[in-house]
C-alpha cells in the first residue's frame, strides 16, 4: 500500500466488511446500503484511536495491533467466536504506533444512531442500574459479574459511553470548551431553532423554541419529550460543541442525518465543513445524498478563486473543503472501496445516483403509462 500522510487501516473480516482499507482524514465519509460494516468499523476506529489515548511511551504496532483485534468481542460486547478471524490493524511501516501520522490530540467523542432514544432515557437507564446495584449488595450478589452482565452486555461499548456521558453533563456543564461557541449557537438558530438547557441538579433536558408569542403569551418551555425528532437527535451535538469539543479532538457521528429534513442536512455538511477547518478531526456514517452533494459543492467551490460563487449561493469562506482534507468510502459486496473525489465535480458516489436514476426511470414508466391509458379511453 502507498504511504500516506495520513493514517491507513486495513479492516478483515470484521461483520459484513471482508477485506478494505481506508485513510483517516480531517473529514472521512462511509457510505453505502445498511448491514454492509459501517458501523462495525466506525466503533472499531472509535476503539483504536481510545485505547490509544490511555497508552504511554513507545508502542509495537503489531503488538497493539493484535491485542485490538483480539479486543474486538469486548467492543461489541458480543460473542468471540463471530470476531474469530476478524483485524483491524493500523498500517505504519513505522517503528511505533506514536510515530504513525496525525491522531486525535484531544477528546475522543462518537455520537450513536441510537442517540435519540437515549436521550430520553438515559436517567431512566441509570436509575435502574443504581437499584440493581442496591438490590446486588443486599442479596450477596457478586458486584463484578453483575455488573458485566448487566451494564456491558447489552451495548456496544461506545453506546454505554455516550449514556454515562450523558448522565455526567450537570459536571460537565459547568465549563465551557470556548473553541466552537459560535458553532454550537449557530446549531441553535438555524436547525434546532430554539435554546436548550440542563437542568443543573436534575439533569432534565428541555428546550424553548424560537417562535413569536401568541396571544401575548411567550413559547412555553418543554420537556425533551415533548419536542420534533429533530431537535432530540441534535442535542447531543449542541451540547459537545457547546462544552467539551477543542480542536484537535475526533467527533464521530453514526448518520448525522436522523430525522432532519434535506434542507437542514444540506446545514448539517456545512457545519461539519466548518468544524473540519476549526480544527476538528470528523468520521461520518450517512445514507444521505443531501450531505454528500452539499459537501461536492463545498469542495468544488475550493477552485472559485475570486469568491464570487460563494458569495452567490450565500456561502461562507470556512465551509469550502480542500480535496486533500476529505476521504470518502463505499462500503458495499462485503468491500470497502474508495470514492474519486475531484476538485471539478466533487465525491463521485455512484450508490446514491444509480438509486436516483432506477427511482426516476421507474416514476416515468408509471407516469407515462399511466397517461397513455387514459388518452386511449378517451378516445
Not at 459537545?240 to 484537535?248: K, S
Request: include cysteine; proline fraction near 6%.
Amino acid at each position: 500500500m502507498t504511504e500516506s500522510p495520513e493514517p491507513v487501516f486495513c479492516v478483515r473480516n470484521l461483520g459484513s466488511v471482508r477485506r478494505g482499507s481506508f485513510v483517516h482524514k480531517p473529514l472521512t465519509i462511509f457510505c453505502g446500503p445498511n448491514n454492509t460494516g459501517k458501523t462495525w468499523t466506525l466503533y472499531s476506529l472509535y476503539h483504536f484511536w481510545s485505547e490509544l489515548m490511555t497508552k504511554s511511551g513507545e508502542i509495537d504496532p503489531e503488538t497493539f495491533n493484535n491485542a485490538l483485534s483480539a479486543s474486538l468481542p469486548d467492543l461489541f460486547n458480543s460473542n468471540p467466536e463471530a470476531f474469530k478471524d476478524a483485524r483491524f490493524d493500523l498500517v505504519s511501516a513505522a517503528a511505533s504506533v506514536r510515530s504513525a501520522p496525525p491522531a486525535p490530540t484531544a477528546d475522543i467523542f462518537l455520537m450513536p444512531a441510537e442517540r435519540n432514544g437515549l436521550h430520553l432515557f438515559f436517567r431512566e437507564l441509570s436509575t435502574r442500574r443504581t437499584a440493581l446495584l442496591h438490590h446486588a449488595s443486599r442479596e450477596n450478589i457478586d458486584i463484578a459479574a453483575l455488573l458485566r452482565d448487566v451494564i456491558r452486555s447489552r451495548y456496544a461499548v461506545p453506546i454505554a459511553r455516550y449514556i454515562d456521558w450523558l448522565n455526567e453533563m450537570t459536571e460537565a456543564q459547568k465549563s465551557k470548551s470556548g473553541g466552537f461557541h459560535r458553532h454550537a449557537e449557530r446549531l441553535k438558530k438555524d436547525l434546532a431553532g430554539g435554546v436548550y438547557r440542563v437542568a443543573p441538579r436534575s439533569g432534565d433536558i428541555s428546550f424553548k423554541p424560537y417562535q413569536r408569542k401568541r396571544d401575548g403569551v411567550g413559547t412555553p418551555e418543554l420537556g425533551l419529550h415533548m419536542t420534533s425528532s429533530t431537535v432530540k437527535s441534535l442535542f447531543g451535538l449542541w451540547f459537545y460543541l457547546e462544552h467539551q469539543a477543542c480542536p484537535g479532538a475526533l467527533l464521530m457521528i453514526d448518520e448525522p442525518e436522523l430525522n432532519i429534513h434535506p434542507e437542514n442536512q444540506r446545514k448539517i455538511a456545512r457545519l461539519m465543513a466548518r468544524l473540519v477547518n476549526g480544527g476538528l478531526r470528523i468520521v461520518i456514517s450517512t445514507h444521505s445524498d443531501y450531505i454528500i452533494r452539499e459537501i461536492n459543492s463545498l469542495l468544488m467551490l475550493s477552485r472559485n478563486d475570486d469568491g464570487a460563487l460563494r458569495q452567490k449561493h450565500g456561502y461562507k469562506d470556512e465551509e469550502v473543503l480542500k480535496p486533500e482534507t476529505v476521504g470518502a468510502y463505499l462500503f458495499d459486496d462485503h468491500k470497502i472501496a474508495p470514492f474519486d473525489i475531484d476538485p471539478e465535480d466533487g465525491i463521485r458516489t455512484t450508490t446514491f445516483d444509480d438509486v436516483i436514476e432506477k427511482i426516476n426511470k421507474v416514476n416515468d414508466d408509471i407516469f407515462y403509462s399511466l397517461k397513455e391509458r387514459r388518452e386511449a379511453i378517451d378516445d
